[in-house]
Structure formats: structure tokens, C-alpha cells
């Protein structure tokens, strides 16, 4: 989230103000926001679990060329 942020603040600053502003007037995005802070926790809880009990183990090539992958989406963008 802090790669995103950064990326946002040099190429693209009034969306990240725009994002920054969590007080929507609409109902819809009201609901957008908080349906996304509970998947943005359940991520984490998730992660957790997943590494506690081994529930999914990916090959380390596979995870590294994954973040690669996402990390040159963002300076692409």
C-alpha cells in the first residue's frame, strides 16, 4: 500500500487526495469502503493463517517473479 501511495503522490497527486477523503456521500460507496477495509483485514487474517498452518505453500520463484510482476504494473502505470 505504501508502493501505491508513493506512485499515486508522483504520478497522479488529485487521485490520491481524492482516495485520501474517506468521507463519501454516496450510500453505494459508503458500502465500496467498508466492504474494502474488511477484505483489506481479512487479508491479513488470512495470510496469517495460511502461514501458521501451511495451508498453501508456493514455489519461492513463483512468489518472487508474482511480486516482480506486480511492483512493474505499478511504475508502469
Same mark, same amino acid.
Given at each position: 500500500? =505504501? =508502493? ?5 503522490? +508522483?504520478?497522479? #497527486? ?8 474517506? +468521507?463519501? +456521500?454516496?450510500?453505494?460507496? +459508503? ?23 501451511? &495451508?498453501?505453500?508456493? #514455489? ?8 516482480? =510482476? &506486480? ?7
Amino acid at each position: 500500500m =505504501i =508502493i501505491a501511495g508513493l506512485v499515486l503522490m +508522483k504520478k497522479n #497527486p488529485a487521485l490520491l487526495e481524492k482516495r485520501l477523503n474517506a +468521507k463519501e +456521500k454516496e450510500d453505494e460507496q +459508503k458500502s465500496v469502503l467498508v466492504m474494502s477495509g474488511l477484505m483489506f483485514l481479512a487479508a491479513f487474517v488470512a495470510a496469517g493463517l495460511c502461514f501458521r498452518f501451511g &495451508f498453501l505453500v508456493l #514455489p519461492l520463484w513463483l512468489a518472487k517473479s508474482g511480486a516482480v =510482476i &506486480f511492483l512493474a504494473a505499478y511504475v508502469l502505470m
